[in-house]
């Protein structure tokens, strides 16, 4: 027999936000005009980015594009390696 | 995608308790346009309430998508079920501060919404929970794997209590009058181990 609905069951988060980050909240990051356009270039130029203070890594854009994934990939892992990122157990939340 | 962060979220059938998979994929802008603003808001069959009473019925994510992507700092994913339907959405900047920690960085939600099908407060029959919390694991997690050690911080629109029993705290940020919520490191590092991402 199925299980009648409770509303206790729900979800609990339907809805959050939708309020600009307070600029007071907001970190003073040096743009930069050459942005990396996938996935890989940006995860990479994130990390290198947001933890300049702890690693320091000098490398064009267009060094990065010429790159293949797995090279991507190995320099992402080396970089969160440095930081001492360790990989998640599972893939599944 | 992003190398090792979580790539699936658990969902639950509200009327059976069965399980099944959404992937969590990137949400551009023509998803965005075709998959929420066309298909989200039409009528429920059930619905308890009216839906343009929800706090984003006027949220358009395609121009949210847009103005967004030429950001550098700025992500946008959702839930995606195995029917095709995004059961959840959410939009993500990784250049906060910590509201909790001076000197920290945070992972900040912009917003994030769950599909109307699947609000109890809208609908007598929800279809899946778990999608919404399923996101903000995903931002704790993307958080931690960008060494920002899991911090999040949010402005909740409704539900607060919610959060604060999820690990966050209230923080009164008085300059704008709104409270913002943050998990903490150690609450963020605790959440990850509960739900098996990372060794205790």
Redesign the interface.
């Known amino acids: 027999m199925v299980k009648k609905y409770k509303h206790a069951v729900g979800d609990d988060t339907p809805v959050t936000g939708g309020i600009d980050l307070p600029p007071g909240l907001t970190r003073q990051l040096p743009a930069d005009v050459d942005l990396p356009t996938d996935d890989l270039g940006q995860q990479a130029y994130w990390l290198l980015k947001l933890n300049a203070d702890k690693i320091a890594l000098k490398f064009r854009q267009s060094d990065f594009s010429a790159m293949d994934d797995e090279t991507k990939q190995q320099l992402i892992a080396d970089i969160r390696d440095s930081l001492g990122v360790k990989p998640f157990a599972k893939a599944v939340i | 995608?992003?190398?090792?962060?979580?790539?699936?979220?658990?969902l639950?059938h509200?009327?059976?308790?069965a399980t099944e998979?959404a992937t969590?994929e990137?949400l551009d802008r023509e998803m965005a346009k075709v998959k929420i603003d066309g298909n989200w808001w039409r009528p429920l069959t059930d619905a308890t309430s009216k839906l343009m009473d929800?706090?984003?019925s006027e949220?358009r994510w395609r121009d949210l998508i847009s103005r967004a992507q030429n950001k550098?700092?700025f992500?946008a994913r959702c839930a995606k079920s195995s029917n095709g339907e995004i059961q959840?959405a959410v939009?993500l900047?990784?250049?906060?501060?910590s509201?909790l920690m001076e000197g920290e960085?945070a992972v900040?939600?912009?917003?994030?919404?769950?599909a109307p099908w699947?609000?109890?407060?809208l609908t007598?029959?929800?279809v899946?929970?778990?999608?919404?919390?399923?996101l903000?694991?995903?931002a704790i997690?993307l958080s931690?794997?960008?060494?920002?050690d899991g911090r999040v911080?949010?402005?909740?629109?409704?539900?607060q209590s919610?959060y604060l029993r999820l690990g966050f705290q209230s923080i009164r940020?008085d300059?704008?009058g709104?409270a913002?919520l943050e998990i903490s490191a150690e609450q963020a590092n605790a959440h990850l181990v509960e739900?098996?991402?990372?060794?205790g």
Request: aromatic letters at 12%.
């Open positions: 995608m992003f190398i090792d962060l979580p790539k699936l979220i658990e639950t509200c009327s059976s308790g998979q969590i990137s929800e706090p984003d949220w550098p700092f992500l959840a939009l900047r990784v250049d906060a501060k509201a960085g900040f939600i912009d917003r994030l919404a769950t699947n609000r109890p407060n007598k029959n929800p899946f929970r778990g999608a919404g919390t399923g903000i694991t995903y997690a931690y794997s960008l060494r920002l911080n949010l402005t909740a629109v409704a539900n919610f940020y300059q704008y709104d913002i739900r098996g991402l990372i060794d």
